[in-house]
């Protein structure tokens, strides 16, 4: 059971890596991996962004909205 287990969190890490799309995933709010694309996307380094509240990377304007939608799901 582990060993699938490593074997899909493995695969998922590659294909985040791999896709030219921003990935950030977090827990309870805060970030705790982003891949390549989302650091070129922000324009910082990896270890900037980790550990920071995922709403910090929203608008203002729109944090209430997307906290709302997160806390719904």
Not at 9 to 30: C, F, S
Not at 40 to 59: P, T
């Amino acid at each position: 059971m582990e060993e699938a287990l490593a074997v899909t969190e493995d695969r998922n890490r590659t294909l985040a890596i791999a896709t030219l799309e921003g990935v950030i995933i977090y827990d309870d709010l805060k970030i705790v991996e982003v891949n390549p694309a989302t650091v070129d996307m922000f324009g910082c380094a990896q270890d900037e962004l980790m550990g920071n509240s995922i709403l910090e990377l929203v608008d203002p304007a729109w944090r209430g909205l997307v906290l709302e939608h997160i806390s719904s799901n």
